[in-house]
């Protein structure tokens, strides 16, 4: 499938996340620990806010991430608060560009990491399902686009956790009156630059992996000696679809069927059931 991080908190390096941890995301793109697949190199992208805008800028390249030379020379540039990246892994989806997450509308990005189970046999119905002022936004030929802007027709910009639940259950009546017996397999995040939402949830009820970071103020008095953790502010937050090392205690599990949001450096989780 895909491997994804959404990161927010004190300004960082894109390579600090990207490149420099033992497990980074670009060393998942060819070699992932907990992934559906090991190899992720059909694609990658980067969504970041800048300081001029509120809408996010996006790189995205159909190269596999270990082999970009781009994006080594951008993630030695450029400092971020809050970034989405994502390195994919197709599930029967074209590799093109306008394929590669995070998705953007507006203000609002999202990536995802799981599949609409036999996407080609409910494609049609839930395309059809999108708002027509939306419809013309669709530019590319994967399910997790397609979730987006279910999403944002069901109020995602008012409600998240609300609106992806609306999505899923409208996803999981069509597929399974199609004869689709678990429609959905998801790990999503969204942000609108302020506060992200990431969820983990499958119509089976055994979803892909994902985890979040402990506190931060937790981890510099378990480890005095390390550097990595003295240039980061308390409430700097990171939800990955794997640990991006081996450093005991950082990284906690998000539970099966959960909603986490990130605001202003604090965590909330509260059970996720599609409505």
């Excluded at 399902?129 to 030929?141: F, H, I, R």
């Excluded at 686009?145 to 009546?173: C, S």
Aim: with cysteine; glycine share 8%; net charge negative.
């Amino acid at each position: 499938m895909c491997r994804w991080l959404a990161y927010s908190g004190s300004p960082v390096l894109l390579e600090e996340i990207l490149y420099r941890p033992e497990n980074s995301l670009v060393m998942q793109s060819k070699h992932a620990r907990l992934g559906a697949t090991a190899v992720n190199g059909d694609g990658f992208g980067i969504g970041w806010y800048g300081a001029v805008t509120g809408t996010p800028a996006l790189f995205l390249s159909t190269e596999p991430a270990w082999n970009d030379r781009n994006l080594r020379e951008l993630a030695a540039q450029i400092t971020v608060d809050r970034v989405f990246a994502h390195v994919r892994a197709s599930t029967g989806a074209a590799v093109q560009r306008t394929n590669c997450h995070p998705f953007r509308y507006r203000n609002w990005l999202w990536m995802h990491n799981g599949l609409i189970a036999k996407f080609p046999l409910v494609r049609r119905e839930l395309v059809l399902a999108v708002q027509p002022e939306l419809y013309p936004l669709l530019e590319g030929s994967t399910d997790s686009e397609v979730m987006f802007y279910l999403a944002i027709g069901f109020g995602l910009e008012l409600d998240p956790p609300a609106a992806v639940a609306r999505m899923v259950a409208f996803v999981e009546e069509v597929g399974r009156r199609h004869g689709v017996e678990f429609p959905v397999q998801m790990t999503v995040a969204t942000t609108d630059g302020t506060t992200t939402w990431a969820f983990r949830y499958s119509s089976r009820g055994k979803s892909r992996s994902l985890f979040h970071s402990a506190d931060v103020s937790t981890l510099r008095a378990q480890y005095p000696d390390n550097p990595a953790l003295h240039d980061l502010a308390d409430g700097s937050r990171l939800i990955v679809s794997e640990p991006l090392g081996d450093l005991h205690g950082a990284w906690l599990e998000v539970p099966e069927s959960t909603c986490v949001v990130v605001k202003a450096g604090e965590e909330q989780f509260s059970g996720f059931t599609p409505a």
